[in-house]
């Protein structure tokens, strides 16, 4: 697939585009900032431009509104770049938001370790750059992205001057968009794992081959709020990746923290951080299927002061809805079986697709079904590094809950 050549065409050369009588009014009247394929008035030309082509946005009356990103190939077939037509998306433009979500993050979550840009929520729609230290894992999960890679790259380095740069496309994103997947260095060398401080512990994360980024940045408010509810005790972190949870735990005194996933390379990482951080026997890990290991220590009758399960999405679009839901129901129904009396479950939600009370009821008909009472005492959501795009509250797609029980 050819995509469309970098932004070296001047704003009034660009090709111009419009939305097709009485539509586009998610994006004219209520600030989306991207519309459908059906909502545009593509005609030959602008229908066979290059995915990722930079356009000028009409009105109706043909007067020029944004600089707009197309791509007639897929559903999301408009995206807003800049509200000024005439911006001219190069170095200086991608160093410009980069800046901007830097200096955000320093006054929001300070150190240098955090989701940098959340696409729309940081006005580079489709983009993803996290950032450990003085490396920065990019995903562009959109076409316009993708053609403009190379001023994406010099903005980061004009804004944070990073010494390692991993391009990550294994975004199931990208496959909608038409793009392939990979991964590949960019930029400077890694030789292993690197060290992610967060809530007093030190995590190890793999950039080259862990899921997603190598780190999942979102639940840092959780796990420091999961390690408040853990001091003193024992944890039992489900589906844990690389011990977010349980390593913030025993950085709070927890007594003891078993992480359990069904990735080896994820728990060979956090018990490597958990002889980096000196938890020694307080720490253990276990590869597992999540349910299996559940069923299997209520039958050993083992209990536990917190018990957190963070599943993979498992609805992870409108029509595994249903299915969804019967399992984050199932997923509380065993973990509420081992959690102590006066102990807490949490139940996290990564899908889109599953609103903040549906998760909350079907937490609380899985606590029943296993015979338990109990109280809502924590809502979360992402942490601030994740900021979402007013018009598009679906964007905040992380929720976690906490119940005490009886
Ligand atoms: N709790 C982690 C993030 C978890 S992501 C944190 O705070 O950083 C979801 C995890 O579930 C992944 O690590 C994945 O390997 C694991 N997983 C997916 N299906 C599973 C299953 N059936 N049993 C156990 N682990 C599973």
């Known amino acids: 697939m050819s995509l469309a050549p970098a932004d070296s065409v001047s704003s ?9 009588e009485k539509r586009g009014g998610r994006f004219l009247r209520e600030g989306a900032p991207w519309a459908y394929l059906d909502e545009i008035a593509f005609d030959r030309r602008t229908k066979a431009l290059p995915p990722g082509s930079v356009a000028v946005l009409e009105d ?37 938001r980069f800046s901007a979500a830097r200096d955000l993050r320093a006054r929001l979550i300070g150190g240098e370790h955090y989701r940098l840009i959340h696409a729309e929520g940081d006005g580079l729609p489709g983009v993803i750059v996290d950032r450990f230290g003085p490396a920065c894992v990019v995903q562009a999960n959109a076409a316009w992205a993708e053609a403009h890679l190379s001023a994406l790259l010099e903005g980061l380095d004009a804004a944070l001057a990073p010494e390692v740069v991993v391009l990550n496309d294994d975004s199931r994103l990208r496959a909608l968009e038409g793009l392939p997947p990979g991964r590949r260095l960019v930029k ?20 080259l081959k862990g899921q997603k980024t190598g780190w999942y940045f979102d639940q840092r408010p959780n796990h420091a709020t999961a390690a408040l509810l853990a001091k003193g005790g024992r944890m039992l972190d489900v589906f844990a990746h690389s011990g977010g949870f349980s390593l913030a735990a ?5 007594s003891s923290a078993l992480a359990v996933d069904s990735s080896e390379l994820a728990l060979d990482l956090a018990r490597a951080a958990a002889v980096r951080n000196g938890f020694g026997e307080r ?5 597992a299927d999540a349910f299996g290991a559940m069923t299997r220590l209520a039958e050993e009758g083992a209990r536990f002061e917190v018990v957190v399960c963070d599943p993979p999405a498992f609805a992870p679009n409108r029509a595994a809805l249903e299915a969804g839901l019967r399992a984050y129901r ?13 102990g807490f479950l949490m139940l996290c939600s990564c899908s889109q697709a599953v609103e903040p009370e549906a998760l909350r009821e079907e937490a609380w008909a899985g606590m029943r079904v296993a015979g ?10 992402a942490g601030a590094d994740h900021p979402i795009h007013p018009a598009l509250p679906e964007t905040g797609y992380l929720k976690t809950l906490a119940f005490q029980l009886d």
Do not use: C, H, K
Request: charged share 25%; aromatic share 6%; glycine share 10%.
């Open 188 to 207: 400077g060398t890694l030789d292993g794992p690197v060290e992610v401080p967060q809530n007093g512990a030190i995590y190890l994360a793999d950039l």
């Open 330 to 342: 199932r997923t509380a129904r065993l973990g509420a079986a081992l959690v102590e009396p006066g």
């Open 60 to 96: 109706e009356e043909r007067r020029p509104v944004a600089t707009v990103a197309l791509n007639a190939g897929t559903q999301v077939a408009l995206r807003m770049l800049d509200p000024d037509p005439e911006a001219q998306i190069d170095g200086a433009w991608f160093a410009a």
């Open 12 to 20: 009034s050369a660009r090709p111009r585009i419009r939305f097709r």
């Open 372 to 381: 338990r009472r109990g109280r809502l005492v924590y809502s979360g959501r």
């Open 283 to 287: 720490f253990a890990a276990a590869r």
């Open 250 to 254: 025993l950085a709070a005194g927890a």
